[in-house]
């Protein structure tokens, strides 16, 4: 069973562009999760996901940011018009979604952002 | 406000000795929580997870306890090999609706050889 997978594992972009970061969950887990680890800093959530609806964006910055979880593919984490402060490590992770046991979450390796 | 703080930042410490982490947290009304390991420009990897209910989990040579009441947890690592040098992270799972976890800012942990 291959784990949380991201691509890119590092990307580069120049400001003004934009970013899309993938993530493919673990077979049978319905539940995505995206944290933002800038330098020097601890992980912080961003945006918590399942199929088709976003349950918790509470992490999200209100301009730029936006994810999805379509039926069919990728969760996707887009950055619209990256600036400098964007560049961070964003990493995914995802839980089968089981309701009244341990939910644990499984870390992909991450997608390092440089934005230049 | 919800905030999980891990003391110390960095430790070092000779190869073969008992050393504890430590991981404090604001609010006891916690779901779980959970020791990752990071590797320098690695994802994260899971070590224990310590249900509310629950005091300690161990696993080889790590041990982790939680008490709530005072809103810490320590994690043991017994007789430190120079492959644990890593950065050790504390998450917390608050309840709710939301599964999402809460971090620390870790322990930068090197083990001299």
């Known amino acids: 069973n291959a784990g949380v997978m991201q691509n890119p594992r590092h990307l580069v972009r120049r400001r003004g562009q934009e970013a899309r970061l993938r993530c493919s969950p673990m077979k049978g887990h319905s539940h995505v999760y995206w944290y933002r680890q800038l330098p020097e800093e601890g992980l912080k959530f961003m945006v918590y996901?399942?199929?088709?609806?976003?349950?918790?964006e509470s992490g999200m910055p209100k301009e730029r940011f936006s994810a999805e979880f379509p039926k069919e593919g990728p969760s996707i984490l887009r950055i619209q018009q990256v600036v400098r402060g964007d560049s961070a490590a964003y990493f995914c992770a995802s839980s089968p979604g089981l309701a009244g046991v341990t939910d644990t979450q499984y870390f992909g390796p991450g997608t390092r952002l440089t934005v230049l | 406000k919800q905030e999980v703080t891990q003391i110390p930042a960095a430790l070092s410490v000779p190869e073969g000795e008992n050393l504890v982490l430590n991981c404090s947290f604001t609010?006891?009304?916690?779901?779980?929580l959970q020791w990752f390991r990071q590797d320098p420009g690695k994802g994260l990897t899971s070590l224990l997870l310590i249900q509310s209910s629950q005091r300690e989990q161990t696993s080889g040579r790590l041990n982790a306890s939680l008490d709530k009441s005072s809103g810490r947890s320590t994690l043991y690592i017994a007789a430190s090999q120079p492959g644990d040098s890593a950065t050790y992270l504390c998450a917390v799972r608050y309840g709710g609706a939301t599964n999402k976890l809460i971090f620390g800012t870790g322990t930068l942990l090197a083990v001299q050889p």
């Open positions: 996901l399942q199929k088709e609806n976003i349950i918790d």
């Open positions: 609010d006891s009304a916690i779901y779980n």
